[in-house]
């Protein structure tokens, strides 16, 4: 079947430091990629996404590549901020009935210390 | 456009009590989705509406639950009889895109259910 499979959380990192949030998929075909945050209090928002194998979603200076022969969308941030600390999920998009289905992952918190 | 919004944000009910839900899609999407989600967890798909038309549901989604969008635009999602295992989060998104595996979700803030 379809699944999605993200790192567990929490992660807690320092101002200025790496991030990276492992993401590994399952599914028949070629989905669509995405990662979602959801800042405390708010709803989900799509952070990036990529529709094609080697292709890289960006936004807010955090990046994503679509590996399909390691079925990974890794995301990754060179410097977080505070400001960065929300829950991040990864989701993918298979044909369903009369359109596409997204599928989420577990999600994994990100705790940004000043 | 204010964005989708759900009404109410917390509802604390008691076990055996119907409850209702309300969404209200970004206007002009014809796409809305139900899904939930419990501590720790994803958002889970329980149902969708392309328009009036309720395409798909889950296998999550028991007899207790039953989903509307009568005029293609809000929607309202009913549990009867309610059950501790009910309490979650409950998640609405509106797209605008049928055929495009790229497209995007507009998340609500989600009602909050707690069965006691």
């Known amino acids: 079947g379809n699944s999605v499979t993200q790192m567990e959380g929490p992660v807690t990192l320092s101002e200025e430091a790496f991030l990276t949030i492992n993401c590994t998929y399952t599914?028949?075909?070629?989905?669509?990629l995405f990662w979602y945050v959801q800042y405390p209090g708010e709803g989900l928002q799509l952070l990036l996404k990529a529709t094609k194998a080697d292709d890289k979603g960006s936004n807010k200076g955090f990046e994503a590549t679509y590996r399909k022969e390691t079925t990974s969308f890794h995301l990754e941030k060179g410097s977080v901020q505070v400001s960065d600390s929300a829950v991040y999920f990864c989701a993918l998009s298979v044909p369903n009935t009369g359109g596409f289905k997204t599928i989420f992952g577990a999600g994994t918190r990100l705790f940004v210390k000043a | 456009d204010t964005g989708v919004s759900q009404d109410p944000r917390h509802k604390i009910t008691k076990r055996g009590q119907n409850v209702t839900f309300r969404c209200d899609p970004i206007s002009e999407h014809n796409r809305l989705y139900w899904y939930r989600q419990t501590l720790g967890q994803g958002p889970e798909f329980l149902t969708y509406f392309q328009n009036e038309a309720q395409l798909e549901k889950s296998r999550l989604l028991s007899d207790r639950f039953s989903a509307e969008r009568p005029k293609g635009s809000f929607s309202t999602l009913e549990i009867q009889r309610t059950e501790q295992g009910d309490s979650a989060m409950y998640l609405c998104?509106?797209?605008?895109?049928?055929?495009?595996?790229?497209?995007?979700?507009?998340f609500g803030p989600g009602t909050r259910l707690t069965v006691t």
């Open positions: 998104a509106s797209s605008d895109s049928l055929w495009d595996s790229s497209y995007e979700q507009y």
């Open positions: 599914a028949t075909g070629y989905p669509s």
